[in-house]
């Protein structure tokens, strides 16, 4: 749909996205109550979209009206603005986990990753154990490509309803993904993700809860849960020599005494190297100045420049 005169005013702007999007449309939204890290600012405009037509619309809406648009999940990976986003953030909502064929399994951008993972077990499906314990929605999983322990959800992915950048709605092949470590397609084409399939294997039920236990265990002793983070901050780095082809960051930034490092409330996880948590009080900034001394420590002793997981929402 085309662009709307862009002389519009931001008032003018902002009344017509009211009228496309109807009452459930919220203005001036903080959105630290939505994101992991407890930080950020206010969105101008919030939509929380439980169907895939209410994402087309909001979609149509934000270019039509040339609003910036911004589609958050489970909000579990983000850093956002404390000037917060001067646009549009819609939520993907959409629910719903079933068995579709024998080993498939369907399931909605809305719903929690675990929720899924526990699905499968409770069904004795196999290939997703790797996702136990990791938090965030489904949408953002398959958006990042999500994984651990040499799994990704991109490998599992069998089809996808999406709607595309035209306000299109549709299903596309696993191929449509375009999946590599910690990225896909999702983070440049513009599509929204709705629903995935995953194409699972049967298995023991008993064996599967017990490696799902055995993994949630793992991460509950790794990781800080008592302090909201985005979990890994930085992504590991590929090299063929490691385990699962990837030289772990965290490695690199537990070398160079990231461990208790901080910038006002932000603070280096001291069970974690590549986890920044908010100990209380921190700002977006914070976090975003610990990232960045992390970043050039490494790079002096090691000379590899760290990429980030957690994608950042605003000018910090």
Do not use: W
């Not at 439980?50 to 039509?64: F, H, L, P, T, W």
């Not at 549009?88 to 498939?104: A, D, H, M, Y």
């Not at 208790?260 to 932000?266: L, P, R």
């Amino acid at each position: 749909m085309c662009p709307v005169n862009s002389k519009l005013s931001a008032k003018e702007k902002a009344r017509l996205l009211a009228e496309s999007l109807g009452p459930k449309l919220v203005r001036d939204l903080a959105m630290a109550e939505f994101t992991s890290y407890q930080t950020g600012g206010k969105a101008a405009f919030f939509y929380p979209a439980s169907e895939a037509k209410e994402v087309g619309q909001a979609i149509n809406a934000a270019r039509r009206y040339e609003i910036p648009l911004f589609l958050l999940g489970g909000g579990t990976n983000i850093l956002v603005s404390d000037k917060g986003f001067d646009g549009l953030v819609v939520r993907v909502t959409v629910k719903g986990i079933e068995r579709i064929e024998s080993n498939q399994v369907r399931c909605g951008a809305g719903e929690q990753l675990e929720d899924l993972v526990d699905f499968a077990t409770a069904n004795g499906l196999t290939g997703i154990e790797f996702a136990a314990g990791i938090v965030g929605s489904v949408g953002g999983a398959v958006y990042g490509n999500a994984g651990a322990y040499g799994g990704e959800v991109g490998r599992i992915v069998s089809q996808m309803e999406v709607v595309k950048s035209d306000g299109v709605i549709g299903f596309v092949g696993a191929e449509f993904g375009q999946f590599a470590y910690r990225d896909s397609a999702f983070k440049r084409n513009d599509a929204v993700l709705i629903r995935a399939d995953f194409q699972l294997e049967p298995g023991d039920p008993e064996l599967i809860r017990k490696r799902v236990d055995e993994i949630i265990e793992t991460r509950e002793e790794k990781l800080p849960y008592e302090h909201p983070s985005a979990g890994c901050f930085f992504k590991n780095i590929p090299d063929d020599s490691q385990p699962h082809g990837k030289l772990a960051a965290g490695k690199l930034l537990e070398e160079i005494g990231a461990k208790g490092m901080t910038v006002g409330g932000a603070t280096v996880s001291d069970r974690h190297a590549n986890i920044i948590v908010n100990t209380g009080g921190a700002t977006s900034k914070d976090i975003r100045e610990l990232a960045d001394k992390l970043k050039v420590k490494v790079y002096d002793k090691f000379g590899i420049m760290l990429e980030e997981e957690v994608i950042q929402v605003g000018e910090i």
